[in-house]
């Protein structure tokens, strides 16, 4: 039997990566796949209408979409509400009403970023940012109108599109090119976990197919900070001779707070058999595929500048 998906958020990096693993499955069909400006999520009417032009309700709906922009979170706290509060609880009823099953991606800024140990999803949130407290309260309401849909907290995305490698190797050939002067300036005081969209498509669909629910961790194994991801990156691809400078997030005199610590604790997921490989090679295998910015034309990496 024929898995009927629709897709919210279906040209960002998860979403991107979701499409690939499901039309290369025979047993899975995409209905719907939307993003704005087409389809405005946190508007009831606009998604009722969505519904409404399938022939039949589809089986999972994924959100994917999100208002992601950290610092633009803080000054714009409305458009943060819309986009990762209503829209979660606008499509969480729509799922509730019709019987369909609900997947929403949440992040790793749900918690203060203060210690040294893995959160896992027992431990109690504790956002510190405009993006983590909307976060939340978007799983919340989700939670509430769906007690059985699958709440996956990730961290530090990297796929198809605008992302900090693409950023960095962005950066690195502006130095290569001699448009740009001085060593790259990346902060090495947050820890994390890097983790590649593709993966991570393939984690969550690991989830469904064990009929999981509720909240769930998904990332690269290994930690590491901007500093290790953007120095691994650079050594791949041909600039081990580039230095980068270590600098503190203090430094860049951001709108918003980041967690100094938000390595995810993913042994709930691995114990329900879905384990996601080391960091590492998730980066050689991005970076070998079409998605990297190495495939890309130069107009697009310059899009994805720091």
């Not at 060593?183 to 669909?205: F, K, M, N, S």
Request: some cysteine; hydrophobic content about 40%; overall charge negative.
């Amino acid at each position: 039997m024929t898995t009927r998906w629709v897709i919210a958020g279906c040209r960002g990096q998860l979403g991107t990566a979701l499409g690939q693993h499901l039309r290369a499955d025979p047993d899975s069909a995409i209905v719907a796949a939307v993003d704005l400006p087409e389809v405005d999520l946190a508007d009831a009417k606009a998604v009722d209408t969505l519904f409404a032009g399938l022939d039949a309700p589809p089986d999972v709906l994924l959100n994917a979409a999100a208002f992601t922009h950290v610092d633009r979170c803080e000054r714009e706290p409305d458009a943060a509400h819309r986009g990762n509060v209503l829209a979660p609880e606008v499509l969480a009823k729509s799922c509730s009403d019709r019987g369909v099953r609900l997947v929403h991606v949440s992040t790793d800024y749900v918690f203060a970023g203060d210690r040294e140990t893995p959160y896992s999803e027992q431990d109690v949130p504790e956002p510190r940012s405009g993006y983590g407290r909307t976060k939340l309260a978007g799983e919340q309401r989700v939670l509430s109108l769906c007690p059985d849909a699958l709440v996956v907290r990730t961290s530090w995305v990297f796929g198809r599109g605008r992302n900090f490698i693409a950023a960095i190797l962005d950066q690195a050939n502006k130095r290569r090119t001699g448009e740009l002067h001085g060593p790259l300036r990346v902060v090495a005081d947050q820890h994390g976990r890097p983790t590649y969209a593709y993966d991570l498509a393939g984690g969550i669909l690991g989830l469904l197919e064990r009929d999981l629910t509720g909240v769930y961790h998904l990332a690269n194994h290994g930690v590491a900070t901007w500093w290790d991801l953007a120095r691994a990156c650079l050594d791949a691809t041909g600039f081990s001779d580039l230095e980068i400078e270590r600098i503190t997030t203090d430094q860049l005199e951001l709108d918003a707070p980041r967690p100094a610590w938000s390595v995810l604790d993913t042994s709930k997921a691995e114990a329900a058999g879905v384990t996601l490989r080391d960091w590492r090679e998730a980066l050689a295998a991005y970076l070998e595929s079409d998605e990297s910015p190495l495939s890309q034309p130069t107009q697009d990496r310059q899009r994805s500048a720091i």
